[in-house]
C-alpha cells in the first residue's frame, strides 16, 4: 500500500486489470455459448421432429464436431484478418517513422496534447519517449496496439474450438442419462443452467454484474433453442403429413 496525501491506494503491482484477457476470454465465451446453444438447438429441432432417440443423439455429435470445426476455422480466419491488419500499420508506422521522423514527432506530441497535457509538456514526453523506442510508443499511443491485446489467431481458435466441444457434451450427456420420455426436459434443463452458470462466469471474468450476464446467456439461447425446436416440428408435421 502506498499514501500519496491523504489518499491512500494499492501499489500499482496489486492491481489486477481484466483487459489483457479479451483475446482468450471472447473466444472461449463464445466458443461454449455457441456449443450449448447450437448442440442443444440442433437436437431439440431433430427431436421436435418426432423422430428417434438415436437421432437426435447422432445430430448432436454431428453437430458437436461440426460446429467445433467451424468455430476453429471462423476465428483463426477472423483473426488473421486482424492481424494482418496490425502488421500492415505497424509496418507503415516504420516507413513513416524513418521517412519523416519530425512529422511523426509532431502527431505524438498532438495526441498527448489532446489527452490533456500542455503543449510543452507534450513534446517533451513525445522526445523522451521517441528516444527509446520510438515504434513501440507510436504503436501503443498512436496505433492503440500492446502485446496484450495483439491478435492471437492460432490461440483464438485452439480455444473455441475447445470450448465449444466440451460445452457442447452437456446436451448429449443429458440425453444420455436421461429416461427417454424426458429426453427434451434433460436437454433443456441442461442447456439452461450451462448457460446460465457460462453467463455468470463470462461475466465475472469480465468484471459484469453476474445476473445481468445470466441473464442475457439463458435469454438468448432459450429463444434460439425455442425457434429451432418449432421449425422442427413444422417441418417434422409436414413430412409426415
Known amino acids: 500500500m502506498e499514501t500519496i496525501g491523504t489518499t491512500t491506494r494499492r501499489s500499482i503491482r496489486d492491481e489486477s486489470h481484466r483487459g489483457g484477457r479479451g483475446g482468450w476470454l471472447r473466444a472461449a465465451v463464445l466458443g461454449a455459448d455457441d456449443g450449448i446453444v447450437s448442440t442443444a438447438s440442433l437436437m431439440l429441432g431433430v427431436a421436435a421432429a418426432s423422430t428417434t432417440g438415436s437421432a437426435v443423439l447422432i445430430a448432436g455429435v454431428a453437430g458437436l464436431a461440426a460446429g467445433a470445426m467451424s468455430m476453429a476455422a471462423g476465428e483463426y480466419v477472423s483473426v488473421s484478418s486482424q492481424r494482418d491488419a496490425e502488421q500492415a500499420d505497424v509496418a507503415l508506422e516504420k516507413e513513416e517513422l524513418a521517412s519523416r521522423p519530425g512529422d511523426e514527432l509532431a502527431e505524438l506530441t498532438e495526441i498527448y496534447r489532446k489527452r490533456g497535457l500542455d503543449a510543452e509538456l507534450a513534446r ?118
Do not use: C, N, W, Y
Open 124 to 241: 517533451r514526453v513525445a522526445e523522451q519517449l521517441s528516444a527509446g523506442d520510438r515504434l513501440e510508443a507510436h504503436k501503443r499511443d498512436e496505433l492503440g496496439l500492446d502485446d496484450a491485446s495483439r491478435a492471437r489467431p492460432l490461440q483464438a481458435a485452439f480455444v473455441s474450438a475447445a470450448s465449444f466441444a466440451s460445452a457442447g457434451l452437456l446436451p448429449i450427456a443429458a440425453l444420455l442419462l436421461a429416461p427417454a420420455t424426458l429426453h427434451v426436459v434433460a436437454i433443456v434443463v441442461a442447456a439452461m443452467v450451462a448457460l446460465a452458470v457460462l453467463g455468470a462466469l463470462g461475466g465475472r471474468l469480465g468484471g459484469a454484474p453476474l445476473f445481468r450476464a445470466a441473464t442475457r446467456a439463458v435469454l438468448g439461447g432459450g429463444f434460439a433453442m425455442a425457434v429451432t425446436a418449432a421449425i422442427g416440428h413444422l417441418f417434422g408435421r409436414v413430412a409426415v403429413g
